[in-house]
């Protein structure tokens, strides 16, 4: 099935469109870039999948949200240094026929994520 995610900004009500977002592989205490790249109108991949069952593998993932640029370039005063910069969430692929969706409901000041859909 793949690998996919999906940003909200739980502030503006909306997509978080135009956020950069970077994908890794983790793994003995280091990160590979997989791919860097900008949410859509829709907060989502330009391309869909961030991977596809054929490029998803058994083993553990991050996934760096650029959450301060985000709502800085939205014109969201924030302190500096601010409450959130990065949100990196690292989580793990055991199945990787199933689909991993991981979503995130952001504001400047909070986060969720969850496994879904």
Same mark, same amino acid.
């Given at each position: 099935m793949g690998l996919s995610t999906h940003v909200l900004d739980?502030? !503006?009500?909306?997509p978080a469109a135009g956020m950069a977002v970077a994908l890794y592989t983790t793994?003995?205490?280091?990160?590979? #870039?997989?791919? !860097?790249?900008? #949410?859509?109108? =829709?907060?989502? !991949?330009?391309d869909g999948l961030l991977l596809d069952h054929t490029? #998803?593998?058994?083993?553990?993932?991050? #996934?760096?949200?650029?959450v301060n640029r985000y709502f800085?370039?939205?014109g969201v005063a924030l302190p500096e240094p601010p409450f959130l910069d990065q949100v990196?969430? =690292?989580?793990?692929?055991? =199945?990787?026929?199933? !689909? @991993?969706h991981v979503p995130l409901l952001?504001?400047?000041w909070? @986060?969720?994520?969850?496994?879904?859909?």
């Amino acid at each position: 099935m793949g690998l996919s995610t999906h940003v909200l900004d739980t502030m !503006h009500g909306c997509p978080a469109a135009g956020m950069a977002v970077a994908l890794y592989t983790t793994g003995a205490g280091q990160a590979t #870039l997989v791919q !860097h790249f900008v #949410l859509n109108a =829709d907060g989502r !991949h330009p391309d869909g999948l961030l991977l596809d069952h054929t490029g #998803l593998r058994p083993g553990t993932y991050r #996934l760096v949200f650029e959450v301060n640029r985000y709502f800085a370039a939205r014109g969201v005063a924030l302190p500096e240094p601010p409450f959130l910069d990065q949100v990196s969430l =690292d989580f793990g692929v055991a =199945d990787p026929a199933q !689909h @991993y969706h991981v979503p995130l409901l952001v504001s400047p000041w909070s @986060y969720s994520t969850y496994r879904g859909s």
